[in-house]
């Protein structure tokens, strides 16, 4: 912890003018970074890394950084050997062990006891077999995605329906009846889904002020959606551009990335899928309904990695994107509905748009004329980027509002000075990680829980010194801006946000 410690003053010297700049921005000054580290928060326990990717290596030295705990109550399980100078850097023992269905149990319940908490990192574990186990066994729990285990996603035999993020959120909440309470297991919170969902919370807040709408201090779910209905919400796009850029060319047959390859790739194979608006006049020719669970989302029937979206940023501008599968689409869209008995009165349409950098972009190109087979070797890019930003958040629109942009922009340069291991996309999603670690360790006995569904003042108070700029921008884009010049298109002019007009034919 004194080699951390140590490290942090130095990057807060670094990084001085990074933070004043984050200020101006978003107006209340964040902590800084040394009085930060200087109120680590106890833990009596132990904590249990399983996986240790992108995710788990970016993560380690900020939870080190914020969390007095001695480095041999910390470890990691890996399927591979992958980060293990990262991992020794920091005193922490790595063990190459494979979780799979017939172990799991068995590793976990030698390593962990009740009050311990578990990191789930991994790619191809099950979530929903994690979080049981850890609530039959007390220990705390939280994952940055829903997984299933391995070779699901492209499980030919499994209906499109139930190969969704949709179906595996409705799986891990149904343990809500079989575990009414119990050990905190925090869902689905990195950047997307995670950090996008108290982005926006923080949009609705500042459209409300704009409108003169009074925001209560403590606001209830049902708060949360009857102000989006108020102020008019039709459609919230997760808008990302990535736009690091490497020194080193792409190679054929690689995929390269700058957070998991194949966690990119197995999520660019599931449907597209969105949340489902009352707006919508129609659903799309390949749009299919569920039969099941909350019935807030949609699919297509047809993978994410064949299906464009427009979408918009304030710094990159217009972009097509990429609509790939996400949990948070489903749970936003999911919080924001508002019902009259049982009718659902409201609700917006919701979904990622996705533009990755140019070289994941080749990447995702080469990945789908192969059909959905991955590439031989992949790379993920972090100590080679020369330079750029990712650019990520929420943009929340409706015909009061028209388009609003709020989240981060952050750069490679930034990001590697506020914090090692990490590029810019990977701080992204750890920086809300440990939030919300830190959050599950203040209420350890919170149950099974979404990011909806936790304080977003508090994620946002850890994670925004974290994040470079924290950007509100109006725009005047809509997905109609340059249509049908030179060539007819079908699109409402009535209502630009149909989700018709988003589409990319």
Not at 289 to 301: N, P, R, T
Not at 444 to 457: F, K, L, R, T, W
Request: proline share 6%; hydrophobic share 45%; with cysteine.
């Amino acid at each position: 912890m004194g080699w951390l410690k140590c490290e942090v003053f130095v990057v807060v010297s670094r990084t001085a003018m990074a933070v004043q700049e984050t200020n101006r921005y978003y107006g209340d000054i964040p902590m800084p970074l040394k009085e930060v580290a200087s109120r680590a928060v106890e833990f009596p326990h132990h904590i249990l890394f399983v996986g240790f990717g992108a995710v788990g290596q970016g993560a380690l030295p900020l939870l080190l950084r914020h969390l007095a705990i001695p480095t041999d109550r910390v470890a990691i399980l890996s399927a591979d050997e992958d980060g293990k100078d990262v991992a020794r850097q920091f005193g922490v023992a790595l063990e190459v062990v494979r979780l799979d269905r017939d172990c799991y149990r068995e590793v976990l319940a030698q390593r962990l006891r009740p009050g311990d908490f578990l990191v789930n990192a991994s790619l191809n574990i099950s979530s929903v077999e994690l979080v049981a186990w850890c609530q039959q066994a007390g220990v705390l729990y939280i994952d940055a995605c829903v997984e299933p285990w391995a070779g699901e996603h492209m499980d030919a035999a499994v209906t499109p329906a139930l190969r969704s993020n949709y179906a595996y959120r409705e799986q891990a909440l149904a343990l809500r009846s079989q575990f009414p309470s119990g050990p905190t297991a925090m869902l689905m919170h990195g950047a997307n889904p995670g950090l996008v969902s108290h982005f926006v919370k923080e949009a609705l807040s500042q459209l409300a002020a704009e409108a003169g709408i009074d925001v209560l201090a403590s606001m209830r779910r049902e708060d949360w959606a009857q102000l989006a209905m108020r102020l008019g919400i039709r459609a919230i796009q997760v808008a990302e551009r990535d736009g690091q850029v490497s020194g080193r060319a792409k190679l054929p047959d690689e995929f390269v990335n700058t957070w998991s390859c194949p966690g990119f790739y197995e999520e660019a194979i599931q449907p597209a899928e969105l949340g489902w608006g009352t707006h919508e006049k129609c659903l799309p020719p390949d749009g299919r309904e569920h039969d099941f669970g909350c019935k807030a989302g949609i699919y297509l029937d047809r993978p994410g990695l064949s299906t464009r979206v427009r979408s918009w940023v304030p710094h990159h501008g217009a972009f097509h994107g990429w609509l790939i599968s996400h949990g948070e689409s489903l749970s936003i869209a999911d919080y924001l509905t508002v019902r009259e008995g049982a009718d659902v009165i409201y609700r917006p349409t919701c979904y990622y748009a996705y533009h990755p950098c140019d070289q994941a972009v080749l990447s995702l190109l080469e990945f789908a004329a192969r059909e959905g087979r991955p590439q031989s070797t992949c790379r993920v890019l972090r100590d080679e980027l020369v330079g750029g930003m990712d650019e990520l958040g929420v943009l929340l629109m409706g015909p009061k509002t028209g388009a609003y942009w709020y989240g981060s922009q952050l750069d490679v340069h930034t990001a590697r000075t506020l914090c090692p291991f990490n590029n810019a996309t990977t701080l992204q999603v750890n920086a809300p990680f440990v939030a919300a670690i830190l959050w599950a360790m203040a209420h350890p006995q919170a149950g099974i829980v979404e990011p909806e569904e936790i304080d977003h003042h508090f994620v946002l108070q850890f994670a925004r010194p974290y994040l470079g700029k924290l950007v509100g921008a109006h725009g005047h884009w809509t997905p109609l801006q340059g249509r049908s010049k030179l060539f007819a298109e079908e699109i409402d002019a009535a209502d630009p946000w149909q989700f018709t007009n988003f589409l990319v034919r």
